[in-house]
Nanobody, 124 residues
Framework: LQFVESGGGLVQPGGSLRLSCAAS????????KCWFRQAPGREREGVSC????????KYVDSVKGRFTISVDIAKNTVYLQMNSLKPEDTAHYYC??????????????????WGQGTQVTVSS
C-alpha cells in the first residue's frame, strides 16, 4: 500500500485547505481510507475515515462540521476539505487505509502503511 499526500500549507485561522492523497497498491473501493494527524509532542490522532464506496464517513468530534472527507474512486484519491481552520488543527497530516471495517474510533496502531504526510500550519 502506498500513499502520497499533498495540499498542505500555511493558512490563517478561519481559512481553508484541501488535502489530497493518491493511493495505490490495493483495491481502492474495498478499503476504508482514513486521515490522521500528528502535532509535535502528541500522539497520532485519527481525524476522519471513509468506507470503500464513499458512503460512510466518520469524523473525530473536534473537526465535525468543519472537515469533509471524500473520494474519487476513478482516481484512487481521497480528499480532506478543511474549512474554518483553527490553530489547534496545526499538525502533519497522513492518510492510510485498512481492509477492515472502521468503528466509532480508530487508532494509528491498527494501520500498517503510511505516506510521508503533508504539513498544515494554521497561524496568523
Amino acid at each position: 500500500l502506498q500513499f502520497v499526500e499533498s495540499g498542505g500549507g500555511l493558512v490563517q485561522p478561519g481559512g481553508s485547505l484541501r488535502l489530497s492523497c493518491a493511493a495505490s497498491g490495493f483495491t481502492f473501493d474495498k478499503y476504508y481510507k482514513c486521515w490522521f494527524r500528528q502535532a509535535p509532542g502528541r500522539e497520532r490522532e485519527g481525524v476522519s475515515c471513509i468506507d470503500g464506496s464513499g458512503t460512510i464517513k466518520k469524523y473525530v468530534d473536534s473537526v465535525k462540521g468543519r472537515f469533509t472527507i471524500s473520494v474519487d474512486i476513478a482516481k484512487n484519491t481521497v480528499y480532506l476539505q478543511m474549512n474554518s481552520l483553527k490553530p489547534e488543527d496545526t499538525a502533519h497530516y497522513y492518510c492510510t487505509a485498512t481492509p477492515l471495517t472502521v468503528g466509532s474510533q480508530w487508532f494509528s496502531q491498527d494501520f500498517d502503511y503510511w505516506g510521508q504526510g503533508t504539513q498544515v500550519t494554521v497561524s496568523s
